[in-house]
């Protein structure tokens, strides 16, 4: 079992429409989760962040974690061409360990 | 204030020779983490650096290497270099520890390897 896992997708989403993207991760110990975006040839940024079981919104962004089940996501509301990148999920214990990445489209 | 500057961009070598990456944090920050990322497996952790100290090390062999000076600048060194490396390396910073204190990764623009 990998320690982060994402499905890869792609994931097509026309645009205007909510973008959900899931995580599931394997040690329990795990205290901080993050959200990264990375477009094609650029290096990942950060865009979400979150310790606590629950939601979490930032703009169109909401992340939503759940700790008893090992699960956190990301909601992206009014999706915009501009969201299409790979989003990688970040799950942090003694190091942060990264998921392979879900590939995002946003079809205009 | 400055991003995370990696150098160099891009690097060609062959087999056998080593080479060295340069990191440098975000001014405060003092833990540099070095991923290594392929299309295959994806961002790998490669080793944390805090205080001049190796924190944490990932899965590779003992051919990668790295350190941190004073000033929390960083370098990794790859020795006899192996075709499996071609990868792109990042360097990331963080204000304290990754993982303890919920403190985000922020990454540079990597240095894009290729090993003929």
């Known amino acids: 079992q990998k320690e982060v896992e994402q499905n890869s997708g792609p994931l097509s989403v026309p645009e205007g429409a909510i973008a959900s993207l899931n995580c599931t991760y394997s040690d329990r110990g795990s205290q901080s989760f993050f959200w990264y975006r990375q477009y094609s040839g650029k290096s990942p940024e950060l865009i979400m962040s979150i310790y606590s079981n629950g939601d979490k919104e930032d703009g169109r962004f909401t992340a939503q974690l759940n700790k008893a089940s090992q699960y956190v996501s990301l909601l992206i509301r009014d999706s915009q061409p501009s969201d299409s990148a790979t989003y990688l999920c970040a799950v942090g214990a003694q190091k942060l360990v990264f998921g392979q990445g879900t590939r995002l489209t946003i079809n205009p | 204030k400055a991003g995370v500057t990696q150098t160099p961009r891009y690097l060609i070598k062959t087999r056998g020779q080593q080479v060295t990456l340069s990191c440098s944090p975000i001014s405060g920050h003092r833990s540099v983490s070095w991923y290594q990322q392929t299309p295959g497996q994806g961002l790998q952790f490669l080793f944390e650096y805090f205080s001049e100290t190796q924190r944490n090390k990932g899965n590779f062999p003992g051919r990668f290497s790295g350190r941190q000076f004073s000033n929390s600048r960083s370098e990794m060194n790859v020795s006899t270099l192996e075709l499996g490396d071609s990868a792109l390396y990042l360097c990331?910073?963080?204000?304290?520890?990754?993982?303890?204190?919920?403190?985000?990764?922020?990454f540079g623009n990597g240095t894009r390897l290729t090993v003929t």
């Open positions: 990331a910073s963080s204000l304290a520890r990754v993982g303890l204190n919920n403190s985000p990764l922020h």
